[in-house]
């Protein structure tokens, strides 16, 4: 079970970099019932159409590997994975015509899934595909049927809070990027929008109560379909700062009626 989010990192580069030109993939790292911290590679895009029915099969597969880490990621063992990652990849697609999903690390193993169209004759063809380019790794081995998609929709796709965790993270990033010192505190806007104008009028007082600014409150142009409400506070922009206040007003919003649509800030730079 995933009890919570850590920090967005890229523990699949070779990998991922040659996907996400194809399709549209992120990553998260989150805590689990052990305590020790995982990495998911997940496809975004399959989240509409799936389960697809023409792969009612799962393939979790993967290499253990050493660690001498504490929370049980791969140090030296890091650019053989990545490695094994685009072998198997190709190996997979070749024989099966299977459907890359995502992938998982977690204290010392590194699954891999596919969806595939038959067991038929898998098993066998997978050990063999392990004797002869990897003989003597230990490896994970499990097909099952999945016709649900349990595999991709319960476990790689992030739920909700850890979405929001993903999006916030990529704002940080790129104020970062811009020189953004992220802990010095400054006016952040958000918004929320309401299909009704009395769900935005109740939103109002609620908001102040807990500390905003309301700058606008109503619909920005006459022809727009939803009421808008934008309001403010001063606060730094770290992820750990930022984070549990985004997914606040995304439950707020949802209990008020209307929904959460993000934040914006102006760049604070290091003070000299």
Not at 5 to 31: G, K, S
Not at 90 to 111: D, P, S
Request: hydrophobic fraction near 35%; include cysteine; aromatic fraction near 18%.
């Amino acid at each position: 079970m995933k009890k919570w989010i850590a920090l967005v990192v890229f523990m699949f580069p070779l990998l991922f970099q040659f996907l996400q030109a194809q399709e549209n993939w992120d990553n998260y790292i989150a805590l689990y019932e052990n305590e020790k911290p995982g990495s998911t590679l997940v496809r975004m895009d399959c989240i509409d159409d799936a389960p697809y029915k023409d792969y009612p099969y799962v393939l979790v597969t993967g290499l253990h590997y050493e660690t001498t880490r504490e929370d049980g990621f791969p140090d030296d063992d890091l650019p053989k994975l990545h490695v094994f990652s685009d072998v198997l990849y190709e190996w997979v697609l070749k024989e099966f015509n299977g459907f890359f999903v995502g992938a998982f690390t977690h204290n010392g193993i590194r699954y891999e899934y596919f969806y595939l169209k038959s067991m038929d004759g898998v098993q066998k063809k997978m050990e063999k595909f392990y004797k002869k380019k990897y003989k003597g790794k230990d490896f994970y081995l499990n097909i099952k049927e999945d016709k649900n998609w349990d595999s991709y929709l319960k476990f790689l796709y992030p739920n909700e809070q850890t979405q929001c965790y993903m999006s916030d993270q990529k704002v940080v990033l790129g104020l970062m990027q811009m020189g953004d010192n992220g802990f010095e505190p400054r006016r952040v806007d958000h918004w929320m929008y309401f299909e009704d104008e009395t769900l935005l009028e109740n939103a109002v007082p609620i908001l102040k109560k807990k500390g905003y600014a309301i700058e606008f409150s109503g619909k920005p142009e006459e022809k727009d379909e939803f009421f808008q409400l934008r309001f403010w506070k001063e606060q730094s922009v770290d992820i750990n700062s930022i984070a549990p206040v985004t997914w606040a007003l995304t439950e707020l919003a949802k209990e008020l009626g209307g929904w959460y649509d993000g934040w914006e800030c102006e760049v604070v730079k290091e003070k000299d």
